[in-house]
T-cell receptor, first 108, second 117 residues
Framework: QKEVEQNSGPLSVPEGAIASLNCTYSDRVSQSFFWYRQYSGKSPELIMSIYSNGDKEDGRFTAQLNKASQYVSLLIRDSQPSDSATYLCAANDYKLSFGAGTTVTVRA | EAGVAQSPRYKIIEKRQSVAFWCNPISGHATLYWYQQILGQGPKLLIQFQNNGVVDDSQLPKDRFSAERLKGVDSTLKIQPAKLEDSAVYLC???????????????FGPGTRLTVL
């Protein structure tokens, strides 16, 4: 059973700062990784996917993947109050397995 | 493009009662998933369909949960009888590609919040 672990929260950052979220996964078979954002009472929405080692940037979001270390991270630059949500990391080896999520609060 | 539709949005039942949830995926999406999300946890896959066939139901409690996807489009998830620990949000998701594609992105519906008293 693949396990996906995320850094425990909640994570509180001031507006304009960088929020750093970490995720590790237990197997070496996983080929793709996803970050979903979930606002309270809402369903998860995809914000980033990454398949290859290295960095992938999309606006204020940067995902980093290191398959040798079985590690994936998400950086949120210039954090805004609207970024306050729970961020779910998911690893895919033909089945998506989610971590428990890290709750981020951006202080105005 | 319409998203994944689910109904009902909320359901409150007593333990030992039965309940059913409905999902309509994004048009053209071949793969449909049902997840259970307990408060404070990430979604857990219950069952995955590819068209109208089951790909994975290894985490579905088959003594009380059942699901079907007739005609490869809509799907229903049923719980009978419900237990207190079934209180959760039931999420339906769909994706475009074939089962096993590592780049296949899943899109989630709004979910059904079930409370079992």
């Amino acid at each position: 059973q693949k396990e996906v672990e995320q850094n425990s929260g909640p994570l509180s950052v001031p507006e304009g700062a960088i929020a750093s979220l970490n995720c590790t996964y237990s197997d070496r078979v996983s080929q793709s990784f996803f970050w979903y954002r979930q606002y309270s009472g809402k369903s998860p929405e995809l914000i980033m996917s990454i398949y290859s080692n290295g960095d992938k940037e999309d606006g204020r979001f940067t995902a980093q993947l290191n398959k040798a270390s079985q590690y994936v991270s998400l950086l949120i630059r210039d954090s805004q109050p609207s970024d306050s949500a729970t961020y779910l990391c998911a690893a895919n080896d033909y089945k998506l397995s989610f971590g428990a999520g890290t709750t981020v609060t951006v202080r105005a | 493009e319409a998203g994944v539709a689910q109904s009902p949005r909320y359901k409150i039942i007593e333990k030992r009662q039965s309940v059913a949830f409905w999902c309509n995926p994004i048009s053209g999406h071949a793969t449909l998933y049902w997840y259970q999300q307990i408060l404070g946890q990430g979604p857990k896959l219950l069952i995955q369909f590819q068209n109208n066939g089951v790909v994975d139901d290894s985490q579905l409690p088959k003594d009380r949960f059942s699901a079907e996807r007739l005609k490869g489009v809509d799907s229903t998830l049923k719980i009978q009888p419900a237990k207190l620990e079934d209180s959760a949000v039931y999420l339906c998701a769909s994706s475009l590609g074939t089962s096993g594609s590592f780049s296949d992105t899943q899109y989630f519906g709004p979910g059904t919040r079930l409370t079992v008293l």
